[in-house]
């Protein structure tokens, strides 16, 4: 089976190359797309000097536009999105890559320990897990996690994906609605973490208000 991973990144040439050189220590993986969604840092420059297929957006697209935008150069059986800063923990896709493989699930997520810091009060994470339960009675633990396997099959019948912070939740539900197979898989991945500061607060209302559109428009579709 061929794998393909993708990485949407924006403004991430702090970590990128951490990143990408645990996925490139992946023996399953047979080929790296990373996407960069008009980011104003050095992000693109990191990314080609590691060896991957890299599409340069022009401006900013938001993640779920990032991933649409490598659709056309997907051709594998298995297909993995990674945030672009997980540094060293992007090699723990291989759990979600494997339960994939062996045939377990049509959709892995990857579920991550508890934050290191507090963040916000779990609202957004909340809506996300409510929804997800209402929708196929299944209990997330990381309900908003950008780190997912799934087959091509799959792939074909959940994109184009929603476009911007609500693209993993509509993923999600949509999957259930479809008969799709979903499991979370524990992992040990991390990423950078917002706090209780402005900047987290913000970050974390952008989330809220594009999870509720998200529900939204999954309702007006009859999902």
Request: neutral net charge; hydrophobic residues 45%.
């Amino acid at each position: 089976m061929t794998v393909t991973v993708v990485l949407p990144a924006f403004n991430e040439e702090t970590r990128i190359v951490d990143t990408l050189q645990a996925v490139k220590g992946l023996s399953l993986v047979d080929e790296i797309i990373v996407v960069n969604d008009g980011s104003t840092d050095r992000t693109a420059e990191q990314a080609s000097q590691i060896g991957v297929t890299l599409i340069d957006l022009p401006i900013n697209r938001g993640k779920g536009g990032a991933m649409n935008a490598a659709l056309p150069y997907i051709n594998s059986d298995i297909v993995v999105f990674l945030d672009a800063d997980l540094g060293a923990s992007a090699a723990e896709a291989v759990k979600i890559i494997q339960v994939v493989k062996d045939g377990l699930c049509d959709l892995a997520i990857a579920a991550f320990p508890p934050p290191a810091r507090k963040g916000g009060f779990g609202l957004v994470k909340g809506t996300a897990a409510w929804a997800i339960r209402r929708a196929g009675k299944m209990e997330a633990t990381s309900p908003l996690s950008g780190q997912r396997a799934m087959t091509g099959r799959a792939l074909e019948m959940l994109s184009p994906f929603d476009e911007d912070y609500g693209v993993e939740l509509g993923m999600t539900i949509k999957a259930l609605a479809l008969g799709l197979r979903v499991q979370e898989v524990p992992t040990t991945m991390s990423h950078k973490e917002t706090g209780r500061d402005i900047q987290g607060f913000l970050h974390r209302g952008k989330q809220f208000v594009d999870v509720i559109r998200v529900l939204n428009k999954l309702r007006r579709s009859g999902f």
